[in-house]
């Protein structure tokens, strides 16, 4: 399974971003579950959102309600939709899959940075 991840940038606080993250390779149920995490430097990486293959979400509790997790899996593509962005947003995003039996995730894809300036 390989992970393509794109859309991370430089946002002003309150500002809005989007990223992406596409599956290829052996997309079965090697990726039932796709998220997102993120790392600040010195710190561990943290989940941000995940999403089941049928639409079940997760959410860490320092995003719900301005983050949104979606999926489209007739091109095996999740999105992460951030509004309200705070400075403390600020992190590598990476996108990572698994499948439903598998408690951490198995495959990761290139971290995308994410910049919320105040």
């Known amino acids: 399974v390989q992970l393509q991840a794109s859309g991370g940038g430089l946002a002003q606080a309150g500002g809005s971003l989007r990223l992406s993250c596409a599956a290829s390779g052996r997309t079965d149920f090697s990726i039932n579950v796709m998220g997102w995490y993120r790392q600040d430097p010195g710190k561990q990486r943290e989940l941000v959102a995940n999403?089941?293959?049928?639409?079940?979400?997760n959410y860490a509790g320092s995003v719900k309600g301005r983050f949104t997790v979606f999926r489209v899996n007739a091109n095996n593509t999740i999105y992460l939709q951030m509004n309200g962005l705070k400075p403390e947003d600020t992190a590598v995003y990476y996108c990572?899959?698994?499948?439903?039996?598998?408690?951490?995730?198995?495959?990761w894809g290139q971290g995308t940075l994410v910049t919320v300036s105040s």
């Open positions: 990572a899959a698994h499948p439903l039996f598998a408690a951490t995730p198995r495959y």
């Open positions: 999403i089941t293959n049928d639409g079940s979400t």
